[in-house]
């Protein structure tokens, strides 16, 4: 079997390559080891930027997003017994988020590949890379596929990065000492907007899916287990972070998903080897408190698509060269951002009164200067395509 471009992974990196690849004619196949069921009730990401968002609708699978997606012009940051909107209207007009959750685009993006006849294939067992550096081909399962190019799109804990020779990949990472405890609820928000809010007892996000769906993450210990977290507790403990202004009520229901997501910050450097190409998970994780994981995901996809446009129809292989250097730039920013958003808004243990201290005086400086309010805005939006 013979394929242009083999990815790994139908999380929303790979199906949205092999999609935008589609639209210019490339060929591609897609190996998930998942079922479909399982990868499109998988419960992530929610925040889309507006470059997020344009691609999307670009390329024709934002019919639904634009009709059930909730855009957003503002988020609330509560802390100190008040709430401080940060209004992006006015901080970066015309930009804003929708929320929508990485499970729908995953839904939307499938179902487009399999109109199309696609060849996108699940519950495939042991995938692994061969021949990296002249003809690659990819084998699974007892079958062959020759490519001309691999896009690893296998996420954080797949086999494409770990199949780069020893020595080539310069790693950054950072774990935190917490993770994210995230549920689904059937309520609806008690909020229009995202509320951000930072307490003695922890950070806590109030986020929502639908006008009857709502979404939350607290903060937990790093060794934190779901067991030990009952409806009533995880319910208990919402209230004492988000009710803290006059006038806030939590509503609470019943509780569908829930999940623990550690904390931390990776980047394998070059982003490629040979004839692999990775992107999203694959190459770099952020905390997830700057919402940016799936929209670098999309937009390492886009570099990676006009360098494969380039390389298969034009024979330019200037842009594939460059790939990783041209990634790298956004995915850094991405990592700052991220960091600082999580350092602003977490209780760390370690912290002595004075640095909580030094976090409250950030966080009064971004919810009053136009400046510093500014910085969160644009990046929250994103800093375009
Ligand atoms: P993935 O979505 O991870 O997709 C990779 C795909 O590859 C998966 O379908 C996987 O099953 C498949 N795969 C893995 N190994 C193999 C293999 N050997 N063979 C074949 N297929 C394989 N970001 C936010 O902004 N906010 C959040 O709240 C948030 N929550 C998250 C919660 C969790 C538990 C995780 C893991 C991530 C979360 N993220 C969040 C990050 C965001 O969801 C990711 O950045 C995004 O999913 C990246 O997309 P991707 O396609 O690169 O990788
Ligand atoms: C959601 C996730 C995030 O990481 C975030 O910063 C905001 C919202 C969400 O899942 O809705």
Request: net charge negative; hydrophobic share 40%.
């Amino acid at each position: 079997m013979r394929t242009q471009v083999g990815i790994i992974g139908a999380g929303p990196a790979g199906l949205l390559l092999s999609h935008l690849l589609h639209l210019r004619g490339i060929s591609s196949v897609v190996l998930e080891k998942r079922g479909r069921e399982y990868v499109e009730r998988r419960v992530r990401a929610g925040v889309l930027e507006q470059g997020t968002v344009d691609t999307l609708v670009e390329a024709g699978v934002g019919e639904r997003m634009l009709r059930e997606g909730l855009p957003h012009h503002g988020i609330e940051l509560r802390y100190g017994g008040a709430g401080h909107r940060i209004p992006f209207e006015k901080l970066v007009p015309g930009r804003a988020i929708t929320v929508y959750g990485q499970q729908e685009v995953v839904k939307d993006l499938i179902a487009a590949r399999l109109a199309a006849g696609g060849d996108v294939r699940f519950e495939v067992e042991d995938v692994a890379v061969h021949s990296l550096e002249s003809e690659p081909y990819l084998t699974f399962g007892g079958e062959r596929l020759d490519c001309d190019v691999i896009a690893g799109c296998d996420g954080f804990h797949g086999v494409s990065r770990p199949s780069i020779p020893e020595g080539v990949l310069s790693v950054f990472e950072r774990e935190y000492p917490f993770a994210w405890l995230g549920i689904l609820a059937r309520v609806a928000p008690s909020s229009e907007e995202l509320i951000y809010t930072r307490t003695e007892r922890g950070f806590a996000l109030h986020s929502m899916r639908s006008p009857t769906v709502s979404r939350f993450y607290l903060q937990v210990p790093a060794d934190a287990r779901l067991e030990d977290w009952p409806g009533e507790r995880i319910w208990a403990e919402l209230k004492a972070r988000l009710e803290t202004v006059p006038g806030f009520t939590l509503a609470t229901g019943e509780i569908t998903e829930r999940g623990i997501t550690p904390m931390r910050a990776f980047v394998a450097e070059p982003m490629q080897y040979g004839r692999l190409y990775l992107a999203g998970d694959a190459a770099h994780i952020v905390p997830p408190t700057g919402a940016k994981g799936l929209n670098l995901a999309v937009a390492d996809v886009r570099v990676l698509t006009d360098a494969l446009v380039a390389y298969f129809l034009d024979g330019s292989a200037e842009l594939l060269d460059g790939y990783s250097q041209a990634c790298l730039k956004r995915v850094w920013r991405a990592q700052h951002f991220s960091w600082w958003m999580t350092t602003l808004l977490h209780t760390f243990e370690e912290d002595d009164p004075y640095a909580r201290r030094l976090q409250l005086s950030y966080l009064d400086y971004v919810t009053s200067s136009e400046a510093a309010a500014t910085t969160l805005a644009e990046n929250y939006v994103g800093l375009g395509r």
